[in-house]
């Protein structure tokens, strides 16, 4: 079982930035890929960016230059800093982490972007 909680959300104007955070119940190092994903209001939810314990990082290709997703191993924890947001990336962000076969999900938190 893995828990994990997000952080960071929260109402911001078009053009700002915001860091969400996500902490793991337990050592990443076996969490593969951790990431994120969002879910805006009537939509499906989507990839935004993950990340590999090799390194390789896969970003959604709208979101390229504006989104980077990062870890840091010793605080079991997950990063994406938003910057340039714009009222599209409304949504709720939700943090996710593989453990195969199992797939874990994070409660979410929200991101509002007023234009």
């Known amino acids: 079982q893995v828990q994990l909680v997000e952080s960071g959300g929260g109402l911001v104007q078009a053009g700002g930035s915001l860091r969400l955070s996500c902490v793991a119940s337990?050592?990443?190092?076996?969490?593969?890929?951790m990431g994120w994903y969002r879910q805006a209001p009537g939509k499906q939810r989507e990839l935004v960016a993950r990340?590999?314990?090799?390194?390789?990082?896969d970003y959604a290709n709208s979101l390229k230059g504006r989104f980077t997703i990062s870890r840091d191993n010793a605080k079991n924890t997950v990063y994406l800093q938003m910057n340039s947001l714009e009222p599209e990336d409304t949504g709720v962000y939700f943090c996710h982490a593989r453990v195969r076969p199992n797939d874990y999900w994070g409660q979410g938190t929200q991101v509002t972007v007023s234009s």
């Open positions: 337990r050592n990443i190092f076996s969490l593969d890929p």
């Open positions: 990340i590999f314990s090799v390194g390789f990082i």
